[in-house]
């Protein structure tokens, strides 16, 4: 009985310490996965901390960026600036020298074609002025292959022309007989005193020469074609109204490529 009792005790102690074993394995288990949770828990955090950190350090190094970029930005526009004020300021010295070169060549009669292309070349680094193109595209083909006649040589050839326009100026457009021509020399051989406000052929004379020495060559042509047409002379006198017109095309437009430079110049 004794024997049946202390086995009885001893499967009971064993069975104490088996469920006591479990129940120890459980708790240590539970307290294990409890640690695991915490860490997970621990890491998470460290990772959004070391998150936040990154974007906090990825926004300082974008705004440092964004203001290293305005600086640049800035620093390009102000040497863009200084670069095109020096181009420009290149531009309008090579101007003012073409506007003095293509002045020196009209006032010898030479061809200007090279002078024309610098001067065009010039204006593309300064502005496309779309008045000087047009003045520099209304030059005639054969003045800028063979220049023009110059003021001098204008009066001149105009002395010379003066007899023929005195002979023909009183002759009708569509000819006239022997008497007409001889009437016509000898009232050509005859100077009168003529206001020279007046519709003579003096008067016109005078007014053209007085035209030609202020300058005004566009006025003169003007003044002698209206006052030989419907004569024999205006045929006569074409060449010289031709040579005239291309010689004043080209003042005109040297007169407004130094009013350009010096505007230019000033502002």
């Keep these: 009985e004794l024997k049946k009792e202390k086995m009885k005790a001893a ?7 088996e469920k006591t074993e479990q129940k120890l394995m459980d708790e240590l288990q539970r307290k294990d996965e409890e640690a695991s949770q915490q860490v997970e828990k621990v890491q998470e955090l460290a990772k959004a901390e070391l998150a936040a950190a990154l974007a906090k350090e990825k926004a300082s190094q974008i705004e440092q960026i964004a203001e290293a970029d305005l600086n640049i930005d800035a620093l390009c526009m102000a040497f863009y600036a200084r670069s095109e004020e020096a181009r420009q300021s290149h531009s309008v010295h090579k101007l003012a020298l073409g506007t003095l070169a ?6 010898s009669g030479s061809p200007i074609r090279t002078e024309v292309d610098q001067l065009r070349k010039s204006l593309e680094g300064i502005d496309k002025d779309s008045l000087l193109e047009l003045a520099l595209s209304s030059l005639p083909e054969d003045v800028l292959k063979y220049g023009s006649d110059t003021r001098m040589e204008l009066k001149q050839k105009f002395n010379s022309l003066k007899a023929t326009i005195r002979h023909f100026g009183l002759i009708p457009s569509g000819g006239g007989g022997i008497l007409t021509h001889a009437v016509a020399h000898v009232a050509s051989n005859i100077k009168v005193e003529e206001d020279p406000s007046g519709d003579g052929v003096e008067s016109l004379i005078s007014r053209v020469e007085d035209l030609i020495v202020g300058g005004d060559l566009t006025a003169a042509t003007e003044a002698l074609t209206g006052g030989l047409q419907g004569t024999a002379a205006e045929e006569a006198a074409a060449e010289w109204v031709k040579q005239a017109r291309k010689c004043a095309i ?18």
Excluded: G
């Design 102 to 107: 293509l002045e020196e060549a009209l006032s």
């Design 11 to 17: 499967a009971a102690v064993k069975e104490l310490q």
């Design 250 to 267: 080209a003042e005109q437009t040297l007169t407004l490529l130094h009013s350009y430079a010096s505007s230019i110049t000033f502002t």
